[in-house]
Nanobody, 123 residues
Framework: QVQLVESGGGLVQAGGSLRLSCAVSGYSFSTYSMSWFRRAPGKEREFVTAISRSGAGTDYTDSVKGRFTISRDNAKNTVYLQMNSLKPEDTAVYYC????????????????WGQGTQVTVSS
């Protein structure tokens, strides 16, 4: 049974930091690219960042470049999202997702999804 379990969300003040984790089980983690998406209240889900199978390649949406860092530990079957300098507009439910193919910004290309973790940034 495939499981992606996010953790680390919470309430933080603007300018603060959070580190999200996504623990994976049920498939060969190192053979999948991983990504983080988010859905803000009243908005569609959007791509945040992706990391290749090896971790050598990453991609970020412009609004988080320089503030967010994606990483993965294939020995621990876990992908991380370090979020610094958080802004109120980062408030959303954050989802991790797994893609058997390469990194992608398109949600439809992902095979597995987690349940999400809430991140709330107060001003």
């Amino acid at each position: 049974q495939v499981q992606l379990v996010e953790s680390g969300g919470g309430l933080v003040q603007a300018g603060g930091s959070l580190r999200l984790s996504c623990a994976v089980s049920g498939y060969s983690f190192s053979t999948y690219s991983m990504s983080w998406f988010r859905r803000a209240p009243g908005k569609e889900r959007e791509f945040v960042t992706a990391i290749s199978r090896s971790g050598a390649g990453t991609d970020y949406t412009d609004s988080v470049k320089g503030r967010f860092t994606i990483s993965r530990d294939n020995a621990k079957n876990t992908v991380y999202l370090q979020m610094n300098s958080l802004k109120p507009e980062d408030t959303a439910v954050y989802y991790c997702a797994a893609n058997r193919g390469g990194t992608s910004r398109y949600g439809w290309s992902y095979d597995y999804w987690g349940q999400g973790t809430q991140v709330t940034v107060s001003s």
